[in-house]
């Protein structure tokens, strides 16, 4: 319930909070502005009800771009937002039935359909989405670059 707090707000306005209190915006983000309604949405948590919980924060964090370190919380919301039953994509049925079955896969698979779906409108993919994925085992999939795992 708290993790889209700051979805409303206009790109602007999200920079600014950012601004005010002093968090750093990367590239990614101040070129796509909208995807930090996560984080400043956890500071609201805070501010406006008193969350504290660092997992509950961290969930909401993460909600929009993942991570390089996602909890199990972080992966349910990431899922779960991906999933929800209004999303109109043709796998989300599929993702919802994984999830229950294998939370890490659905992550990954929720990740990649985010990559795929910023690719479609031409955008490139977070870098904290590539890590997520990369901490997941599947970015070789997705850069065509293949690491050495022996080493
Ligand atoms: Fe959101």
Do not use: W
Not at 81 to 95: I, K, N, V, Y
Not at 111 to 118: D, N, P, T, V
Not at 136 to 141: D, I, K, N, S, T
């Amino acid at each position: 319930m708290l993790h889209d707090l700051a979805r409303l707000y206009p790109e602007e306005r999200l920079l600014a909070e950012c601004a005010q209190r002093g968090m750093p915006v990367n590239d990614y983000e101040r070129a796509y502005p909208l995807v930090l309604h996560a984080r400043v949405g956890a500071e609201l948590a805070t501010e406006m009800f008193g969350v504290q919980d660092p997992e509950i924060l961290s969930a909401i964090r993460k909600h929009t771009l993942g991570d390089a370190q996602m909890s199990p919380l972080d992966c349910i919301v990431y899922v779960a937002d991906t999933a929800e039953p209004g999303r109109t994509f043709p796998q989300r049925a599929s993702l919802e039935s994984l999830v229950m079955r294998d939370l890490t896969e659905a992550t990954r698979v929720a990740l990649e359909l985010a990559i795929e779906h910023y690719q479609k409108k031409g955008l490139a993919a977070a870098p904290q989405t590539l890590a997520a994925l990369q901490a997941l085992g599947a970015a070789e999939a997705l850069t065509g670059e293949v690491s050495d795992r022996s080493a």
